[in-house]
T-cell receptor, first 111, second 119 residues
């Protein structure tokens, strides 16, 4: 069965430091992969997506993610985080009509 | 650009009461979804619809019902509210193939959520 694992429940980084959020998926075919962000009390906003082609995809707010088929991973990165990046981040993979979601990683920013 | 609109944003129910969460989208999307999100948890799919007149159960359908009489609207009904249904509910939509000739990518567009408390 398809699944998405986000191994880190929460991550704390200092403002200005680099960030990497991990996502591993289990899917038989070429996956469609997504990262969404949820700010406190808000809905979910698409950060970026991967369907095919270049394995390094750029998203909004300075985020990028790299698809690594050999590792079944789609990790999210940002070179320098800002206090406004504090939020919960969800990775997802498309499966038929649905998205299979990871449990999310809460990002905490230290001043 | 309204996108996906949910109402109400907040609601408190007593055990046993019923209510309907409304969801409407103006993007002409065929696919619509209802999720619930419990504190510290990810999203769990309640019901989804691939078009008007077609609905199907998701992961956690018990205690809920849906209907899809039009492309735009996908209401979620709670018949006998229970404390276990205290949650934040999100409606979402996505577009199938045919829009600009592109395949369905699965990208979801979300409403802002409805926070429901059952006491």
């Amino acid at each position: 069965a398809q699944s998405v694992t986000q191994p880190d429940i929460h991550i704390t980084v200092s403002e200005g430091a680099s960030l990497e959020l991990r996502c591993n998926y289990s899917y038989g075919a070429t996956p469609y992969l997504f990262w969404y962000v949820q700010s406190p009390g808000q809905g979910l906003q698409l950060l970026l997506k991967y369907f095919s082609g270049d394995t390094l995809v750029q998203g909004i707010k300075g985020f990028e993610a790299e698809f690594k088929r050999s590792q079944s991973s789609f990790n999210l990165r940002k070179p320098s985080v800002h206090w406004s990046d504090a939020a919960e981040y969800f990775c997802a993979v498309k499966s038929n009509y649905q998205l299979i979601w990871g449990a999310g990683t809460k990002l905490i920013i230290k001043p | 650009n309204a996108g996906v609109t949910q109402t109400p944003k907040f609601r408190i129910l007593k055990i046993g009461q019923s209510m309907t969460l409304q969801c409407t989208q103006d993007m002409n999307h065929n696919y619509m979804y209802w999720y619930r999100q419990d504190p510290g948890m990810g999203l769990k799919l309640i019901y989804y619809s691939v078009g008007a007149g077609i609905t199907d159960k998701g992961e956690v359908p018990n205690g809920y019902n849906v209907s899809r009489s039009t492309t735009e609207d996908f209401p979620l009904r709670l018949e006998l509210a229970a404390p276990s249904q205290t949650s934040v509910y999100f409606c979402a939509s996505s577009s199938p193939s045919g829009t600009s000739g592109r395949r369905n990518t699965g990208e979801l567009f979300f409403g802002e959520g409805s926070r429901l408390t059952v006491l």
